[in-house]
């Protein structure tokens, strides 16, 4: 089965400045890259994906990019936020047709941590 | 994005009982989720529950410890059968929405289990 690992396992960083979680997965037919965010007491909450045919993708403040030759793709987050303290967890995926059912393999999480 | 709620959103239970998890989705959808995320851990898919078969288990779980239910297509139950501390974890489920050359998975806010 599909192999995940996130680096860092922890993050801290001052509000304002810049974050970078790398996962790196295993199986070269996943196609659907996502980050979900999940803050305590709370469920996984989708924040950005990507699919195989796109190297980068931005949404205000985050960005995740991919390289599908090295099997790894990043969340970075720019201009940290208190409110961005939280669990992330990449989820790489190898999305089937329809009628199949496409299972996540969620990494190890990371725990990033913003302070003032 | 499909809205997802549980119930109860925690319990403690004691040792050899059952607790059955409610998941109500605001939508029909095709595909049901179930995991598993033991305390300060990441998440572990249990099953797969699509609507008028049999859930599909992942390896390590079974359907006589983890009944599942999947009357239609809003609604599902996981049942936690003859409970020890080990199953102490927060039970999530999780839907998938599929568009044209899209694919997204959303997770309900939890279900916060402590046997004791």
């Known amino acids: 089965g599909e192999n995940v690992e996130q680096h860092p396992s922890t993050l801290s960083v001052q509000e304002g400045d810049s974050a970078v979680i790398k996962c790196t997965y295993s199986?070269?037919?996943?196609?659907?890259f996502p980050w979900y965010k999940q803050e305590l007491g709370k469920g996984p909450q989708l924040i950005i994906d990507i699919r195989s045919n796109v190297g980068e993708k931005k949404d205000q403040r985050i960005a995740v990019t991919l390289n599908k030759t090295a099997k790894h793709f990043s969340l970075h987050i720019t201009e940290t936020q208190p409110e961005d303290s939280a669990v992330y967890f990449c989820?790489?995926?190898?999305?089937?047709?329809?009628?199949?059912?496409?299972?996540?393999?969620f990494g190890t999480g990371t725990r990033l941590q913003v302070t003032l | 994005s499909a809205v997802i709620s549980q119930k109860p959103s925690r319990d403690i239970c004691q040792r050899g009982t059952s607790l059955t998890i409610q998941c109500q989705v605001d939508s029909q959808v095709t595909m049901m989720f179930w995991y598993r995320q033991q305390p300060g851990q990441s998440l572990t898919l249990i099953a797969t529950?699509?609507?008028?078969?049999?859930?599909?288990?992942e390896s390590g779980f079974v359907i006589d410890k983890f009944p599942i239910s999947r009357p239609n297509l809003t609604f599902s139950t996981l049942t936690v059968s003859n409970m020890s501390p080990e199953d102490s974890s927060i039970y999530l489920c999780s839907v998938e929405e599929r568009g044209s050359g899209s694919y997204e998975q959303y997770f309900g806010p939890g279900t916060r289990l402590t046997v004791t």
């Open positions: 529950a699509n609507q008028g078969s049999e859930a599909t288990y």
């Open positions: 989820a790489p995926l190898r999305w089937g047709g329809a009628g199949t059912a496409s299972k996540l393999t």
């Open positions: 199986d070269s037919a996943s196609n659907y």
